[in-house]
């Protein structure tokens, strides 16, 4: 990642996912969003809040333990981020990481059917922290999440801004199926649009260790399991693992093995050890947890930053300890 220093430049906010401590600084608001002031002459501007950020990721951790949650942020974060197109320049009409899922026009698209039940949770937290974009609150409920459920830490970063109308929508289709005619094609078609590759499909794919599906939204799966009758939650549905609600690699070995007809196999799984140039890494991760974590948390963090607009300008930081003089080394003099 590219460090930029000096008064010409400005950063994104961008902190380990634990939300490393600032500098108390004077607050005022502006119309893009929080500005924190230092003198007459310096200024930094976030899209988000830091402050509300890091008390809204205290509210996410509760809503999880109360709820389980999990997988619903999860896809919530993926589903506004998957739809980039890095073919297209102008934000937001190339998709990605922008809040639009937000509008109702995009939200009914059928791959996200459910996830209104993800916004119902998400905006009370939205209403509280109103200085925090629903693109920001997507990727942060999404990391989360991960994190909560055992996963790794997420090199997050914030300050996205949102798509302003539900004109910015993008059009239907543009996330990928569970079972098309050629699967390993069709993941490559869709991920390779965002500028993934077939160590982040694999990757990614993982995070189905969480989670269920359940076959009157996607189409796929058991109505009911011995893992997901009791829930917790909503009970039903088919899970991809045993322990639906803990990220590990257990999604490798099982899709490997396909031995228990009470978990799921989309055509999409079982192809990443099918397909060559999936199978390297699907059958890495599937005895090599450590390399799997390491793996998806540099994939996440990159499918959470797909077409997102930065403000600040979008200058990638990388320390993490952050002095007072460092902060004012990333300022823009007015």
Same mark, same amino acid.
């Given at each position: 990642?590219?460090?930029?220093?000096?008064?010409?430049?400005?950063?994104?906010?961008?902190?380990?996912?634990?939300?490393?401590?600032?500098?108390? #600084?004077?607050?005022?608001?502006?119309?893009? *969003?929080?500005?924190?002031?230092?003198?007459?002459?310096?200024?930094?501007?976030?899209?988000?809040?830091?402050?509300?950020?890091?008390?809204?990721? /205290?509210?996410?951790?509760?809503?999880?333990?109360?709820?389980?949650?999990?997988?619903?942020?999860?896809?919530?974060?993926?589903?506004?981020?998957?739809?980039?197109?890095?073919?297209?320049?102008?934000?937001?009409?190339?998709?990605?990481?922008?809040?639009?899922?937000?509008?109702?026009?995009?939200?009914?698209?059928?791959?996200?059917?459910?996830?209104?039940?993800?916004?119902?949770?998400?905006?009370? #937290?939205?209403?509280?922290?109103?200085? #925090?974009?629903?693109?920001?609150?997507? /990727?942060?409920?999404?990391?989360?999440?991960?994190?909560?459920? *055992? *996963?790794?830490? #997420?090199?997050?970063?914030? *300050?996205?801004?949102?798509?302003?109308?539900?004109?910015?929508?993008?059009?239907?289709?543009?996330?990928?199926?569970?079972?098309?005619?050629?699967?390993?094609?069709?993941?490559?078609?869709?991920?390779?649009?965002?500028?993934?590759?077939?160590?982040?499909?694999?990757?990614?794919?993982?995070?189905?260790?969480?989670?269920?599906?359940?076959?009157?939204?996607?189409?796929?799966?058991?109505?009911?399991?011995?893992?997901? $009758?009791?829930?917790?939650?909503?009970?039903?549905?088919?899970?991809?693992?045993?322990?639906?609600? $803990?990220?590990?690699? !257990?999604?490798?070995?099982?899709?490997?093995?396909?031995?228990?007809?009470?978990?799921?196999?989309?055509?999409?799984?079982?192809?990443?050890?099918?397909?060559?140039?999936?199978?390297?890494?699907?059958?890495?991760?599937?005895?090599?947890?450590?390399?799997?974590?390491?793996?998806?948390?540099?994939?996440?963090?990159?499918?959470?930053?797909?077409?997102? $607009?930065?403000?600040?300008?979008?200058? $990638?930081?990388?320390? !993490?300890?952050?002095?007072?003089?460092?902060?004012? !080394?990333?300022?823009?003099?007015?």
């Amino acid at each position: 990642m590219a460090l930029a220093l000096g008064f010409a430049a400005a950063s994104s906010l961008f902190l380990p996912h634990n939300f490393t401590r600032f500098p108390k #600084i004077s607050t005022s608001s502006s119309s893009r *969003g929080r500005c924190r002031v230092r003198h007459v002459s310096t200024v930094i501007c976030f899209a988000s809040d830091p402050q509300q950020l890091k008390q809204a990721r /205290q509210d996410l951790n509760d809503l999880i333990k109360t709820t389980r949650c999990n997988p619903l942020l999860i896809r919530v974060g993926w589903h506004d981020a998957g739809t980039y197109d890095k073919n297209i320049q102008e934000w937001p009409k190339r998709g990605g990481a922008n809040g639009s899922l937000h509008f109702e026009i995009e939200l009914s698209h059928k791959a996200n059917a459910g996830l209104v039940n993800a916004l119902k949770l998400l905006r009370p #937290i939205k209403d509280k922290y109103p200085n #925090i974009t629903y693109a920001d609150l997507f /990727q942060l409920a999404s990391a989360t999440a991960i994190e909560e459920a *055992g *996963g790794p830490v #997420i090199p997050m970063k914030y *300050g996205r801004l949102d798509a302003p109308k539900p004109e910015d929508c993008p059009p239907e289709g543009k996330l990928p199926d569970a079972g098309p005619p050629s699967p390993a094609a069709h993941l490559r078609d869709v991920f390779y649009r965002m500028g993934l590759t077939d160590k982040e499909i694999v990757a990614l794919s993982g995070a189905h260790t969480l989670g269920r599906s359940r076959p009157e939204r996607s189409g796929w799966g058991k109505p009911e399991t011995k893992y997901t $009758k009791d829930g917790p939650g909503a009970p039903g549905g088919q899970s991809w693992t045993v322990e639906w609600l $803990k990220f590990d690699n !257990s999604y490798f070995k099982e899709i490997k093995e396909q031995r228990d007809q009470d978990l799921l196999v989309l055509p999409t799984d079982a192809v990443l050890f099918e397909d060559p140039g999936f199978k390297v890494y699907a059958e890495k991760y599937a005895v090599d947890q450590d390399a799997f974590l390491k793996d998806y948390a540099e994939a996440h963090a990159k499918l959470s930053n797909l077409g997102a $607009k930065f403000d600040p300008v979008d200058v $990638k930081l990388l320390k !993490s300890k952050y002095s007072l003089a460092f902060i004012l !080394s990333l300022v823009v003099l007015l």
